[in-house]
Nanobody, 125 residues
Framework: QVQLVESGGGLAQPGGSLRLSCAASGFTFSSYAMSWARQAPGKGLEWVSGIHSDGSDTYYADSVKGRFTISRDNDKNTVYLQMNSLKPEDTALYYC??????????????????WGQGTQVTVTV
């Protein structure tokens, strides 16, 4: 079955960097777009970024554009999120997501997405 395992979260100072990884298994990774989303304490789920199956196109929420970079390695079945210039408002539980089989090109999250367990990112002085 689909497994998504996020890692790389932790504590960072404002202006710092973290790199999240999401190791995927149980499906043909290279055939699916992938996404990252986050949920801050007391807030709803926010889509952060998405990438096409071959990595040719990437998409970002305005809140992270210019600071975060999504990438993938289809040989390693892994998607990454490089987070630079971190801000306290980036504090959240970060999830990677696989789109449903019915819409494998979807770079956003929604109904039918498969999720990992999340990795916590905390940005504080």
């Amino acid at each position: 079955q689909v497994q998504l395992v996020e890692s790389g979260g932790g504590l960072a100072q404002p202006g710092g960097s973290l790199r999240l990884s999401c190791a995927a298994s149980g499906f043909t990774f290279s055939s699916y777009a992938m996404s990252w989303a986050r949920q801050a304490p007391g807030k709803g789920l926010e889509w952060v970024s998405g990438i096409h199956s071959d990595g040719s196109d990437t998409y970002y929420a305005d809140s992270v554009k210019g600071r975060f970079t999504i990438s993938r390695d289809n040989d390693k079945n892994t998607v990454y999120l490089q987070m630079n210039s971190l801000k306290p408002e980036d504090t959240a539980l970060y999830y990677c997501a696989k789109p449903p089989d019915s819409d494998p090109w979807r770079v956003t999250v929604g109904s039918g997405s498969s999720w990992g367990q999340g990795t916590q990112v905390t940005v504080t002085v």
